[in-house]
Structure formats: C-alpha cells, structure tokens
C-alpha cells in the first residue's frame, strides 16, 4: 500500500464509507505505516491526495470544490489540516479504537437553518411580521402599496398619488433570517440575518438614501439620481450597479464588495473609486484600503452557501451565529485556527461543525441555542 493509498483509505474510515475489509487493512497497516511531516512537502502529490479528498467530502456533504489544481499550493496546506492532523493521532494513540478517533459534534437537538423571515416597521410605527404564509398587498404608505409576491419578496409600487410626503419603512432580520425586496425605483435588495434596512417609500428627490446595519447584497436600478446607502460614518454612492456590503458591528471592517459598474466611497474626509472585482476595506481608526475581492466568497451567503476562505474559526462562528441563531461559548486554547471550505447554508448546524470537526483541530457541542467550542 502506498502512502497516497493510505490517506485515503483512512479518509474513507473518516466518512464512515470503509468495508469491513478495509477497516481490517486500515488496523493492519496503522502501527507499521510511518508517516513523517517532510513526506507533505511534494505539493504535487498533497494536491492529488487533497483533490480527492475533497471530491470526496464534496460527493457526501454536496460541498464545491474550493480549489482550482493549478493552486494546489493552497491545497496542500488544507490536506495537512485535514489528514495529517488524524494519522498523527493514530500514530500517538496505540490503545485508543480506531472508533474513538472519528472527529465528532455532541448533538442534544439538532438546529435547522435560518429562513425568510422578517419585521416590517411602518411609518406610522406600526409592525407587520413577515413569513412565508403572508401574501397580496401588506399596506400601503402615502402613494407606496407594500405587497408579498408568490416567491416571497417584499415589493413597493409608487401609485402616482400625493409624493411631497416622505415616509421611511425599516425592516429588521433577525438571527436566522433573510429576506429580499423590491425599492420603489426598482433596486432589488438582499437583506442577510441580523440586518437591519431603512429606505424611503418612495424616491422622487435628488438622491435615492438608504440606511444599512448588518450585510446586504443591491442591484441599484440606473437613474440619474444618485444611490447612496449610510453605514454609520460611512456612505457608498453609485448610479447603477451590483455590489455586496457586509457591516456588522461585531465584525472589524465594513467591507464593500463590487461586481460590476462604479461606487465611491466616502466618510467625509476621504473617499476611493472601486472598479469590479475589487473590495474596499474600511474602519474608522484606518480609513480605506482596496483590495481584489473574492467575491465568491463575499456572495456566498446570498448564493446559499457558507464559503470559508483562510477564515478564522471566530469568524466562522460568528457567520453561524446569525444564520442559525445560537449563541457561542469558547472552551478552546487557539482561537487564531483558519478554515477553508464551501458548505451549503440549508444544511443542519450539525453538518455544517462536523465539516469543521473534520479538519481534527476542533470539536462542537450543541446544546439548546448554544455552541461550545472545543480543542
């Protein structure tokens, strides 16, 4: 048996796929095969070996592939978080069942994925619960009807009446929740979990203003009249283009990414241009900084996926945090740990802690709302 055939029989013991012959080669081959660390250094074949693992994973956990071959540099770096964390265990644990070695998530209740769900605060203050059960028209704000389509989006039409009054609507997604609307101009909006969006109900002034806490994805319909939404003491102005902003309070940058068209941004004193596939980065303390942008990366959450890229495991958790709506306890000794992978959103939390169990560097216990992180 080769080294290459032995990581990935023991990946097969990982997903539970190994026949009971297999199991029997994997026992008999575990004291005697000696793997050491400079046998990683041939990037060729950790690619190989990380391409079909991957493709593995992928196949179970309906998870993209991340890598490209040509990077199989970056591969290799994530087969040794993979693999090699586990064949050093086995290595160590001479009395330990291979049984017990399995990366696992102590589940007492499993939590499903977030779903559309929203709050509708009126002008007037008044609140309309938003769910999948509400259709047809919700109200209607000045010469605005607010309606539900069949597909579960939040639509306004001006209706030509008396437009000098100026009502703002603000809707508010919680923890586990998405939402998308229509704006009066036609801009279409995505409203990721823990957001909450102002606007005008209708937009027949000079500019188009809107107010953004958390992320949301825009398609800003071209006019003449500028498009400007307001991040706290920062403001993004366009004329027509798609572009994703994620600003969190809890997150250290508001970060602006740009798939097309031209935006500026701007904090009073300063401002930069962003050109397509590029990422502006900006905190108070710092002022901007433009990046190219993975946008993959910066859309997956609209796209329905979780992509993790070289990511943090606090920032992985936080991004769980929202969606499933869990609160978070750290009972580990290296928060800096980074993680890199493409799980589907509809996926039970349980899935999405068992790919990062995965890796052998942490473990999960889900209890009630509440996620402890272990290693």
Not at 10 to 15: A, G, T, V
Not at 215 to 236: H, N
Not at 275 to 301: C, E, I, M, N, S
Not at 318 to 327: F, H, Q
């Amino acid at each position: 048996m080769t080294k290459e055939e032995y990581i990935i029989l023991y990946e097969k013991y990982l997903n539970n796929e190994c026949s009971p012959e297999e199991l029997k080669l994997l026992e008999q081959y575990k004291d005697g095969f000696s793997l050491s660390e400079t046998d990683y250094k041939d990037d060729q074949l950790q690619a190989k070996i990380y391409g079909k693992l991957l493709n593995s994973i992928a196949e179970r956990e309906k998870v993209k592939p991340l890598f490209p071959w040509k990077r199989y540099a970056v591969a290799a770096a994530m087969l040794s978080a993979v693999v090699l964390s586990g064949l050093m265990l086995l290595r160590k644990g001479n009395k330990q069942p291979i049984a017990s070695l399995t990366p696992a998530t102590a589940v007492r209740h499993d939590i499903q994925p977030g779903s559309n769900k929203a709050v509708l605060i009126l002008g007037d203050g008044s609140v309309v619960e938003l769910n999948d059960s509400i259709k047809g028209k919700i109200a209607q704000q000045g010469a605005t009807v607010i309606s539900k389509t069949l597909h579960g989006q939040l639509t306004y039409e001006e209706t030509g009446g008396d437009a000098n009054e100026v009502i703002f609507n603000t809707i508010n997604i919680p923890r586990g929740g998405q939402y998308s609307l229509s704006l009066p101009d036609g801009s279409k909006v995505w409203l990721n979990a823990a957001t909450s969006f102002k606007f005008p109900t209708q937009m027949n002034g000079k500019e188009r203003i809107v107010e953004l806490d958390g992320e949301a994805y825009f398609e800003v319909a071209k006019s003449q009249q500028p498009f400007l939404v307001k991040v706290r003491d920062m403001q993004v102005e366009v004329l027509g283009t798609h572009f994703n902003i994620m600003a969190y309070k809890d997150e250290a940058n508001i970060n602006t990414t740009l798939l097309e068209g031209k935006v500026k941004l701007s904090n009073g004193t300063n401002d930069v241009i962003l050109k397509p596939g590029q990422q502006g980065l900006y905190t108070q303390a710092a002022g901007f900084k433009v990046r190219t942008a993975d946008t993959d990366q910066a859309l997956a959450w609209k796209n329905g996926y979780f992509n993790f890229n070289d990511e943090e495991l606090t920032s992985v958790m936080r991004k769980i945090s929202r969606w499933y709506n869990v609160d978070i306890q750290y009972n580990n000794k290296n928060s800096k740990l980074s993680y890199m992978g493409v799980i589907s959103r509809s996926k039970n939390v349980s899935d999405v802690l068992n790919m990062l169990s995965l890796t052998g560097t942490v473990q999960f216990k889900i209890e009630e709302r509440h996620i402890t992180v272990i290693n």
